[in-house]
């Protein structure tokens, strides 16, 4: 079973706008990622937020993490057509052992 | 810094057949792992490994092995593939697990007819 589950599944969104991708996870963490997959490309790591950080920002995307609610979210502000992408969130399969991914979530940025 | 290579990039195998995915790394990366990828399913975890020598199962194991002789190298072995195996294949590793991100390989697109 998949432990991060991202939502919504699918994003549509203008050139500038603001792009926001949630991700739920079963168990407790010690750090959590997040990675972009171009169409037929490989994943690409983009930031990773560790349990005892909130909020972490790298350029245009902001990360929050709520160890509470088992829940992240990735922020991307001003997108461009370039972000358009799959965006997937991930965890630990057990102590540093392997990530965990879950089935993404499609963010298309039209000009 | 090649990162992590994967080849063949495309394979079509007959149903029966065996072949192996290659995957290297010039990081000196611990830790690699495979994934197989398949449309509306995300990235699911075959198999892992921690170092040389040791490896361990992952989300979906059944159908492949794998073997990790040296640092550099992690191949993944279909021994008998089947139409429910033609997936997209990424190999990935890292400096120290999942405390750190992981690098991925271009990927493997395997049909199986």
């Known amino acids: 079973s998949q432990q991060g589950e991202e939502d919504p599944q699918a994003l549509s969104i203008q050139e500038g706008e603001n792009a926001t991708m949630n991700c739920s996870y079963k168990?407790?963490?010690?750090?959590l990622q997040w990675y972009r997959q171009n169409s037929g490309r490989g994943l690409v790591h983009l930031i990773l937020i560790r349990s005892n950080e909130r909020e972490k920002h790298s350029g245009r995307l902001r990360v929050t993490l709520d160890t509470s609610k088992k829940s992240s979210s990735l922020l991307i502000t001003a997108s461009r057509a370039a972000d358009t992408a799959s965006y997937f969130c991930a965890t630990a399969l057990g102590a540093g052992t392997a990530l965990i991914f879950g089935k993404g979530t499609t963010l298309s940025v039209s000009s | 810094n090649a990162g992590v290579t994967q080849t063949p990039k495309f394979q079509v195998l007959k149903t029966g057949q065996s072949m192996t995915l290659q995957c290297a790394q010039d990081m000196n990366h611990e830790y690699m792992s495979w994934y197989r990828q398949d449309p509306g399913m995300g990235l699911r975890l075959i198999h892992y490994?921690?170092?040389?020598?040791?490896?361990d199962q992952g989300e979906v194991p059944n159908g492949y092995n794998v073997s990790r002789s040296t640092t550099e190298d992690f191949p993944l072995r279909l021994l008998s593939a089947a139409p429910s195996q033609t997936s997209v294949y990424f190999c990935a590793s890292s400096y120290s697990g999942t405390y750190y991100g992981y690098t991925f390989g271009s990927g493997t697109r395997l049909t199986v007819v």
């Open positions: 490994s921690v170092g040389a020598g040791i490896t």
């Open positions: 168990t407790s963490i010690n750090n």
